[in-house]
């Protein structure tokens, strides 16, 4: 009587599982998480809007504290729920940023540099309206025209401008 292991339906090698795919442990499928995922960021982009015109106005320094500890919070988080590898590298590379805002604190005014690398986020609200937009409506292509706009406007200009220039000739503020 010999026994054949080959044939079993029972596999002894263990599954091994990615802490980058924690949805696959909480078993969410993807609509739900993009649901949850939407959601927060939409809420954390109109906080981000706020509080960042408090300080570029009034130069309320707390709000914009704040909401950069719930964005810190919500892309480290978020890190385990994303699916592609684009984003995870991106989240990683957000990361980056906040460690280095945390070590270096011998710029001279570390909220106007946070002010600026923040209202990156604005464009994630129409970002976020997108998914929410019926893609065959005007609406919808309105919608995509205004968040390419507001990306190359305030990511690619006014942060090579704000950021780059202007921190190199000691006129380093946050834009209006």
């Not at 969410?28 to 960042?52: E, G, P």
């Amino acid at each position: 009587m010999t026994t054949d292991y080959t044939q079993s339906s029972v596999s002894i090698t263990p599954r091994i599982v990615s802490i980058f795919n924690l949805q696959t442990i909480m078993m969410l499928d993807k609509n739900t998480i993009l649901k949850y995922q939407n959601r927060a960021l939409f809420s954390i982009s109109i906080m981000i809007v706020f509080s960042t015109m408090l300080y570029s106005y009034l130069q309320f320094v707390y709000p914009l504290r704040m909401v950069k500890l719930i964005l810190g919070l919500y892309i480290f988080l978020d890190l385990f729920f994303v699916y592609t590898l684009e984003m995870k590298i991106h989240h990683l590379f957000v990361l980056c940023i906040y460690l280095t805002e945390f070590v270096h604190t011998a710029i001279p005014d570390k909220n106007v540099l946070l002010c600026n690398v923040l209202k990156m986020e604005w464009s994630s609200i129409f970002l976020v309206l997108k998914y929410w937009i019926n893609k065959k409506s005007y609406l919808y292509n309105i919608n995509l025209g205004v968040f390419y706009i507001f990306f190359f406007k305030i990511v690619i200009v006014s942060l090579v401008i704000n950021c780059v220039i202007k921190f190199i000739k000691g006129k380093f503020i946050c834009p209006r």
